[in-house]
Every structure is written in structure tokens, then in C-alpha cells.
């Protein structure tokens, strides 16, 4: 007799949702790792900096301090007003604390977002490669993503024509972030200028700014698409603690809206989650209220890994990579290496398999760039010691140089 449990039918929706694609690589890396091989892992999103002391310690004192109950569902005042503050001194963007929502992450922020603002049938442009759970919060909402492919002849930005030539009836929102996951592209104030302009005459799309690497960046300069004339009222600015504080585990991220989004996306929290942790915000506010040496000195780490791995993949025969002015990734173009053949017989057709390639033979773990909308191309991320970043560089050219 069969004891099988008859299968369960879920939420269409949640069975529409594709799976993290990253969690394929990373599962076989942890494997590789048990049965003893020495694999180097690239494929982190966060930083492998400790969270600054200061901040940590303000989280210690909540508890010790009995900071450790409900505050208000939008976050505390206190924080609220900090992020007001940060958003005019950083941004010059006038908010007021009502227009303000913190969430368990800038994720969370996100999903709100998009769900309040998405109806059936609306269309959803995303630059690609992009952030890989842009699309499925979209579908989630039940709208429909379209990626809007970028090159690497143009460091992976959108022009304002190809926005331009996208925008339909049904264009509802538009999702940009920069400095860019996976790119670490940083678009230049003309150019969001452009998209603006664009933007002005297509009243019905919104925009879901997403700015939580701002301050990862190099010789660029930061713009919060908000700040561009006219589109403040149509912009949803998403930030977040986890990458420039370096915070990823403390799950503390925010938007910023006009009119009645925050409002809305507040309700939406009330149900689903209510505030992120007491203890959290607290870190949250001593993080806003620190001194920036410690953001500084990671961000300087940062630049030198980065100058050092684009020099190494300069070096690599048929590798293409702008050089990426902002966040802890490159986005090298390796599709010169698709169809070809590696020593042990293995074939290379696409990102995925030269990823599991690179992971198997040579152990080094990285993501593959279908996953982000940009099957030409794999993501390695920098935040990683120098040591591993050089041993891992060496065993990537000799997995290349191997492939015929
Ligand atoms: C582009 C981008 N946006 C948002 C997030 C979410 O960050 P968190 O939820 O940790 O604040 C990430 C994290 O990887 C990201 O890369």
C-alpha cells in the first residue's frame, strides 16, 4: 500500500516562483567543501566585514536596556527621523518621517512596494542583468516583468531611448538600481537626466530607486533618482543597512515615498510582518549616527580588490569587463567560452555550466549569469580577503586557459 502523501496543490503563484538559481551553486559548494575540497567561494552578497562595534553595541544596549517590544509598525520615530535627516543631508531629498517605512530589510521594502503599486496586466521594466528577485516579487504581484537587456559595450546601463522604446500602456513601473547588483554599474547624472526626461512624458510609470549599495561606490557620484526634477512624487526610494554598514544579518532596510504609497505599503506590513526588530533599529539609529571612518575604510578595501581582479581578468583571453564603479561585483562577459570542451570531457554551453565547471574541477565557487538576466556573463563578488581573491584568480585563468 502506498504511504505517499497525495500531492499538494498550492498557491499558483507560489508555484510560478522560480527558485534562488544561486542555491544550486552554493549547495554543491558547501558539498565540495564536506568532502574536503579546498573551494574558495565568490559568490557572497555581503560584505566580509564585521558589523562596526559601535553599532553592534547599540544593539547589545537595547536588550540590556529592555528595548525588546513591538515599536510602531512604520519603526520608531527616532529612526525615522535619522533616515529623514540621512535622506536630506545624502540626497537631498525632503522627506518627513511619515513617508517613511522600515522594514525587515531593504527586501522587504521592496516586495511592499512592488506589491502596492502592481496590478494585474501591469508591466514591470528591469534593466538586465538584474537583482535576481526583481522579477519573481513582480510576478508575485501578479504583473508582468520585462527585462529590458543592456550591453556590455555600454557598462551595462540603460539608454534613455531603449527606456523610451520599452514604455507601453501597460508600463506601470519601472525598477533601477544603482550602484548595480550585479554589475556594479553606477549610472552618471546625465543619463539618469535623460531617463527623466523620458519619464516626464509617460506620467503613468513609477519608479522603484533601489540605493542600497550607495555607498559602496568609487569615482562615481551617487544620485538618488528621487532628486531629478519631477520625480520626486513618482519615485519609491529603497535603501538599507545590510551592504554599506555592513549589517546583512540585523535585517534593516526602508522606503521613502510621496502620497499614499507609504501608507499603503505600511498597512500591507501591519498584516504581513509589523516592524523589524526593537533591537535592530536601535543598531540602526547608531549606525546613522556614527562617524563614516569605519564605511570609509571598508569602501578603500573594496577598490583595491576590485582594481586587483579586473587586472587579472584584463589578462584573460576572451573575457570582456567594464570597469564597475560601484558595489562588491564584476560582471565579466565570458560567452567566448561557450562551446567549448574541458580536459575531462566536460562541455561548456552556457553561464551555468562554466560555473559549475570553475566550482567542480577547479573550486572556485561563482553565479552564473542567466540567473541574473545575463546569460553571457557570470558574477564574481570581491568581498573576499585578498589572499582568496588571488588564489581564486589563479585558479579561474588556469580553468579557462584548460577549455578548448
Ligand atoms: C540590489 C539589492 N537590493 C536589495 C537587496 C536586499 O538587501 P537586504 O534585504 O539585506 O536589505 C540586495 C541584497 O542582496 C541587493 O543586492
Not at 541574473?372 to 570581491?382: E, K, Q, T, V
Request: proline share 6%.
Amino acid at each position: 500500500m502506498s504511504v505517499l502523501t497525495p500531492s499538494i496543490t498550492f498557491n499558483p503563484r507560489i508555484a510560478a516562483m522560480q527558485p534562488s538559481a544561486t542555491l544550486a551553486m552554493s549547495g554543491r559548494a558547501k558539498q565540495l567543501r564536506r568532502d574536503g575540497h579546498p573551494v574558495i567561494s565568490l559568490s557572497a552578497g555581503e560584505p566580509d566585514f564585521a558589523t562596526p562595534a559601535v553599532i553592534a553595541e547599540a544593539g547589545i544596549q537595547a536588550i540590556r536596556d529592555g528595548h525588546t517590544h513591538y515599536t510602531e509598525n512604520k519603526g520608531m520615530l527616532d529612526l525615522r527621523q535619522r533616515i529623514c535627516r540621512k535622506l536630506e543631508r545624502d540626497n537631498g531629498l525632503a522627506y518627513v518621517p511619515d513617508q517613511i517605512l522600515c522594514s525587515n530589510g531593504a527586501k522587504q521594502s521592496l516586495a511592499l512596494a512592488i506589491a502596492v503599486l502592481c496590478r494585474p496586466g501591469d508591466e514591470v521594466l528591469i534593466p538586465a542583468p538584474y537583482w535576481v528577485s526583481y522579477p519573481e516579487m513582480v510576478r508575485f504581484a501578479g504583473a508582468e516583468p520585462v527585462a529590458l537587456p543592456t550591453s556590455v559595450d555600454t557598462d551595462y546601463r540603460l539608454s534613455a531611448e531603449a527606456l523610451e522604446a520599452a514604455i507601453t500602456d501597460q508600463t506601470r513601473l519601472l525598477i533601477h538600481c544603482s550602484p548595480s547588483n550585479p554589475t556594479g554599474s553606477v549610472y552618471p547624472r546625465e543619463e539618469l537626466a535623460a531617463m527623466a526626461e523620458v519619464l516626464r512624458r509617460h506620467e503613468q510609470v513609477f519608479v522603484i530607486s533601489d540605493e542600497i549599495y550607495e555607498h559602496v561606490i568609487y569615482d562615481a557620484e551617487h544620485v538618488s533618482f528621487a532628486s531629478l526634477p519631477g520625480m520626486m512624487e513618482r519615485t519609491i526610494t529603497v535603501n538599507g543597512f545590510s551592504k554599506c554598514y555592513a549589517m546583512t544579518g540585523w535585517r534593516l532596510g526602508y522606503l521613502a515615498a510621496n502620497g499614499e504609497i507609504t501608507q499603503t505599503a505600511a498597512k500591507v506590513q501591519s498584516q504581513f510582518s509589523s516592524a523589524p526588530s526593537s533591537i535592530t533599529q536601535r543598531a540602526g539609529i547608531a549606525a546613522l549616527d556614527m562617524d563614516f571612518a569605519p564605511i570609509r575604510e571598508m569602501v578603500a578595501a573594496f577598490r583595491e580588490r576590485r582594481d586587483f581582479v579586473l587586472d587579472r581578468l584584463a589578462a584573460l583571453d576572451g573575457v570582456r569587463c567594464p570597469k564597475p564603479e560601484g558595489a562588491f561585483y564584476v560582471f565579466p562577459q565570458v560567452s567566448a567560452y561557450y562551446g567549448s570542451t574541458a580536459p575531462s570531457g566536460r562541455h561548456i554551453d552556457n553561464s551555468e555550466d562554466l560555473c559549475f565547471y570553475l566550482l567542480e574541477e577547479h573550486h572556485v565557487a561563482l553565479v552564473p549569469g542567466h540567473a541574473f538576466g545575463g546569460p553571457d556573463g557570470i558574477r564574481l563578488s570581491y568581498a573576499a580577503s585578498m589572499p582568496d581573491l588571488q588564489e581564486a584568480m589563479n585558479r579561474i585563468e588556469a580553468g579557462l586557459a584548460a577549455l578548448r
